[in-house]
């Protein structure tokens, strides 16, 4: 017997396998190529380079994301990561399906595919930790508490502080921290 929730839970999610096949068959009909910026290509490699796709929302390691994954990818590329065409969230489909022919496949037949929120909220701030972290050298001493470089990093960029994003955000921080030897004040 199907249950309600196991399909509310299924139409809302979409796999990495899944996504590259709608990927594919996006680009067969538009006859278009990717246009996922070189630097947000590099910015997802950093993430591997550093370790957070493998954190959980608390900071434990966990079941880890792949950031060379196309799906990754196009979740960094539409909030704007390694480019300035997209500034809000609701650009990639404002500005971007003008621009992109891929992005315009997505969103007039299969923008569900795009709104996985658990990925997009964790492609965040693993581009936020690496950002945040890539100053501090291992080893080093005498470095703000993680909660401090995380509020400053928000605040320099406006970003709305407190809740779930400043808090898994934070974990990050702290586990790199940890396991680079840095000490805080």
């Not at 079941?63 to 990754?72: D, G, Q, V």
């Not at 501090?136 to 001493?141: A, D, F, T």
């Not at 955000?169 to 940890?178: C, F, P, Q, R």
Request: proline share 4%; with cysteine.
């Amino acid at each position: 017997m199907i249950k309600l929730k196991d399909l509310l839970v299924e139409s809302m999610t979409v796999s990495d396998s899944e996504f590259i096949e709608l990927h594919n068959q996006a680009r067969k009909e538009t006859g278009a190529n990717d246009k996922i910026p070189a630097k947000t290509k590099q910015m997802c490699k950093e993430v591997e380079k550093y370790g957070f796709h493998k954190l959980d929302y608390k900071g434990n390691p966990g079941r880890a994301r792949k950031p060379k994954n196309l799906m990754y990818q196009y979740y960094a590329y539409i909030q704007g990561w390694g480019h300035g065409a997209f500034k809000g969230p609701a650009d990639w489909f404002l500005k971007g399906t003008k621009k992109d022919p891929i992005l315009k496949w997505f969103w007039s037949k299969k923008h569900y595919a795009l709104k996985y929120d658990y990925l997009l909220y964790h492609v965040t701030t693993d581009l936020q930790a690496v950002q945040i972290v890539s100053n501090i050298r291992p080893g080093s001493k005498d470095v703000e508490p993680a909660y401090y470089l995380v509020k400053d990093y928000l605040n320099s960029f406006g970003d709305r502080r407190g809740g779930r994003n400043e808090s898994i955000l934070t974990a990050k921080v702290i586990w790199w921290l940890e396991k680079n030897k840095v000490q805080t004040r």
